[in-house]
């Protein structure tokens, strides 16, 4: 919903996680919608996508649509956090003072906890001011970081693997000892997310999928039929997709290897379809 759709996130988890890929995916999704603006100590992200590396913040406000990349990957480590403040108090300064309901432009901020402390005390400002103007931001860290005020902040929160016992007492804390005793085991891509206004303030697992282009139509066809229907025989979804069996059984094949989707075994030879948990609960 548009009056939603300004949000800030926190997306923690070990290297090789599944987290930068998350992010990215989520940008993928929003670049047509809004201006998107990385912060990047790594220098990774003008290698992983299609963006403008800049300088410098120009207005906000004429931003276009797409994603802007400002890589800190040359500069010193002491450099970062005070560089990333300046761009931070720049995009302050130069965000429209206009009310928005709906999310405008977007800043993402990898590896935010290399940039701690610098860029608090500017950040808190933002994320507290800038909201009503459309602007939300995510946050990328190996660990939950000690963020103070920030904390209060953060709507959308999405943690990957991780043992890092610190980060463990956290989510106990947080969400229950069920909860942190399976977190050093998720699959890369598994996130474990917690959103106030979704599942009764519950938090659930949900797991970031492929990107739309990787999809095939009948892939994607395929899966809106098992999604509505909740679960069906392999003759049931022959009928309603219409296909013949052979492209059937290989789109089906496809599937189950991208491990989107489980086949069980029912009664004679019939076999059931079902979408796997993780994607029933929140595909993205």
């Given at each position: 919903?548009?009056?939603?759709?300004?949000?800030?996130?926190?997306?923690?988890?070990?290297?090789?996680?599944?987290?930068?890929?998350?992010?990215?995916?989520?940008?993928?999704?929003?670049?047509?919608?809004?201006?998107?603006?990385?912060?990047?100590?790594?220098?990774?992200?003008?290698?992983?996508?299609?963006?403008?590396?800049?300088?410098?913040?120009?207005?906000?406000?004429?931003?276009?649509?797409?994603?802007?990349?400002?890589?800190?990957?040359?500069?010193?480590e002491d450099e970062k956090g005070e560089a990333a403040a300046?761009?931070?108090?720049?995009?302050?300064?130069?965000?429209?003072?206009?009310?928005?309901?709906?999310?405008?432009?977007?800043?993402?901020?990898?590896?935010?906890?290399?940039?701690?402390?610098?860029?608090?005390?500017?950040?808190?400002?933002?994320?507290?001011?800038?909201?009503?103007?459309?602007?939300?931001?995510?946050?990328?860290?190996?660990?939950?970081?000690?963020?103070?005020l920030i904390r209060g902040f953060v709507n959308l929160r999405?943690?990957?693997?991780?043992?890092?016992?610190?980060?463990?007492?956290?989510?106990?804390?947080?969400?229950?000892?069920?909860?942190?005793?399976?977190?050093?085991?998720?699959?890369?891509?598994?996130?474990?997310?917690?959103?106030?206004?979704?599942?009764?303030?519950?938090?659930?697992?949900?797991?970031?999928?492929?990107?739309?282009?990787?999809?095939?139509?009948?892939?994607?066809?395929?899966?809106?039929?098992?999604?509505?229907?909740?679960?069906?025989?392999?003759?049931?979804?022959?009928?309603?997709?219409?296909?013949?069996?052979?492209?059937?059984?290989?789109?089906?094949?496809?599937?189950?290897?991208?491990?989107?989707?489980?086949?069980?075994?029912?009664?004679?030879?019939?076999?059931?379809?079902?979408?796997?948990?993780?994607?029933?609960?929140?595909?993205?």
């Amino acid at each position: 919903e548009k009056d939603k759709l300004v949000l800030n996130a926190l997306i923690t988890g070990v290297i090789g996680s599944g987290k930068t890929t998350a992010a990215k995916i989520i940008v993928e999704k929003l670049k047509e919608k809004a201006s998107i603006i990385v912060i990047d100590p790594t220098g990774a992200w003008k290698n992983m996508i299609e963006g403008q590396v800049v300088e410098g913040m120009q207005n906000v406000g004429e931003l276009e649509k797409g994603v802007k990349i400002f890589d800190l990957g040359d500069i010193s480590e002491d450099e970062k956090g005070e560089a990333a403040a300046s761009f931070l108090q720049s995009i302050y300064e130069k965000t429209p003072k206009k009310l928005s309901q709906r999310l405008k432009f977007l800043i993402v901020i990898e590896e935010f906890h290399r940039l701690i402390p610098k860029v608090n005390s500017i950040l808190e400002r933002c994320m507290r001011e800038l909201r009503k103007y459309g602007v939300g931001f995510i946050l990328i860290s190996h660990t939950i970081p000690d963020i103070g005020l920030i904390r209060g902040f953060v709507n959308l929160r999405f943690h990957f693997r991780t043992g890092y016992e610190p980060d463990l007492r956290r989510i106990a804390q947080s969400y229950g000892t069920e909860y942190a005793r399976i977190m050093n085991r998720l699959p890369t891509g598994v996130s474990l997310f917690f959103f106030h206004e979704y599942n009764d303030a519950k938090p659930y697992f949900i797991k970031f999928g492929e990107y739309a282009w990787r999809l095939t139509e009948k892939e994607r066809k395929l899966l809106e039929i098992i999604e509505k229907a909740g679960e069906l025989t392999i003759g049931e979804l022959k009928e309603k997709s219409g296909y013949g069996w052979s492209t059937l059984y290989n789109t089906l094949k496809t599937l189950t290897n991208k491990e989107i989707i489980a086949i069980f075994p029912e009664s004679g030879r019939r076999k059931k379809v079902v979408l796997k948990k993780e994607w029933r609960q929140g595909l993205i």
